[in-house]
């Protein structure tokens, strides 16, 4: 697939300032560009594409056109036999068709393949094994979570708490985190046997992340009379205990875990930050980003580096996405440079090596 006009020479300068850290098993940087809204584009749309970027060996790869990834995208996320896994629509004016769905892109040969279709704009959510060659799927709050392995699909024994909808997983994938709207409790599920090991109550929030085994969960909500705010709570058998641990500006938020510093990335329309312990530090390097979506994130779990990637205004008072890399540790920018097109960004990820099992979605 050739590179859209200009990518290579946008990014070279990116690429040669990045660093020439040790092969890390994370050697591909993925953006997903959504591409111009189908509801609202009829004719002419840019189409949604995705971006690859060799990091270690600091070049270009390839910009692939996609489907299903314009509207109510999740992810992309990366199994570790080396595919990526979204969810997404491709809705199109006038058409009642369901046809949002759960795709396998596979790097190596850069086909898409679509293996669930889900209800037509329910949101859902996915969520990879980082060890397991498994990924957990759900098509809309309250419905069965399905797990896609290599050998097909089952679902987990359990159903769902009512109007339940996957939020997080812990970093080494022992545990799924449901919220209940029903009830306003958090079901902690154990992703192998799918049985609710721990269950507590919460306020309906905004963004979720949890730890490397779910024993602690951050918890976002942007509605707070003095901006968004994160909560850490400690999840234990039966109870939970809450503190605040910071107010950020801006509106929207997200949260990313970082395994290597276990800290915690919030990100809002107006800044990035890091929570270590009660401390609160922004990348005050990064300029905000344009309009009211948070920055998207990808941490190095190796190495003290992330990738950010932005809407930002240029010079002739229109918008552009941009891509940083920071130094984690002193929350510095190493580099930055343009992406092509303006249309946002539907998510990142940083990829695993090639391919070393059998397709996820035979």
């Known amino acids: 697939m050739s590179p859209l006009p200009g990518t290579a020479l946008l990014l070279t300068a990116f690429l040669l300032a990045s660093s020439a850290a040790p092969a890390s098993a994370q050697t591909r940087l993925y953006i997903l560009i959504a591409g111009d809204s189908l509801s609202t584009c009829s004719a002419g749309c840019e189409p949604s594409r995705l971006l690859e970027i060799d990091v270690d060996g600091r070049q270009f790869v390839a910009a692939t056109p996609v489907l299903h990834a314009r509207e109510l995208v999740t992810g992309p996320q990366a199994t570790p036999d080396g595919y990526l896994v979204w969810r997404g629509g491709e809705r199109r004016i006038g058409t009642q068709v369901s046809d949002d769905a759960v795709s396998v892109f596979a790097p190596s040969t850069r086909q898409q393949a679509v293996v669930a279709s889900m209800p037509l704009g329910t949101g859902g959510a996915v969520f990879t094994h980082p060890s397991a060659v498994r990924a957990f799927t759900q098509g809309s709050p309250g419905a069965r979570v399905t797990i896609m392995e290599p050998d097909g699909l089952r679902a987990l024994p359990e159903s769902m708490c009512a109007g339940g909808r996957l939020v997080a997983m812990s970093s080494d994938g022992s545990r799924l985190l449901a919220e209940c709207a029903a009830d306003g409790r958090v079901d902690v599920i154990d992703s192998a046997t799918g049985i609710a090991a721990t269950i507590f109550h919460t306020a309906s929030n905004d963004a979720y992340a949890a730890n490397t085994d ?33 107010e950020l500006p801006g509106i929207e938020i997200a949260l990313d875990y970082d395994l290597r510093s276990h800290r915690v990335f919030a990100r809002t329309s107006d800044v990035v930050g ?32 992330a990738y950010v990637v932005w809407q930002g205004t240029i010079a002739t008072g229109g918008i552009h996405n941009r891509l940083a890399l920071i130094e984690t540790d002193t929350l510095t920018v190493v580099a930055e440079a343009d992406l092509p097109g303006d249309t946002r960004v539907a998510g990142m990820v940083l990829g695993p090596r090639p391919p070393r099992v059998a397709n996820l979605s035979s």
């Open 214 to 246: 779910g024993s602690e969960l951050y918890t976002g909500n942007q509605w707070s009379t003095a901006g968004p705010i994160v909560v850490r709570r400690l999840v234990g058998l039966g109870y939970i205990e809450a503190e605040s641990v910071g």
């Open 274 to 305: 890091v929570l270590d312990d009660q401390t609160l530090e922004y990348l005050d390097s990064l300029p905000a980003p344009a309009g009211f979506f948070p920055a998207h994130l990808a941490l190095d779990p190796d190495r003290a580096e």
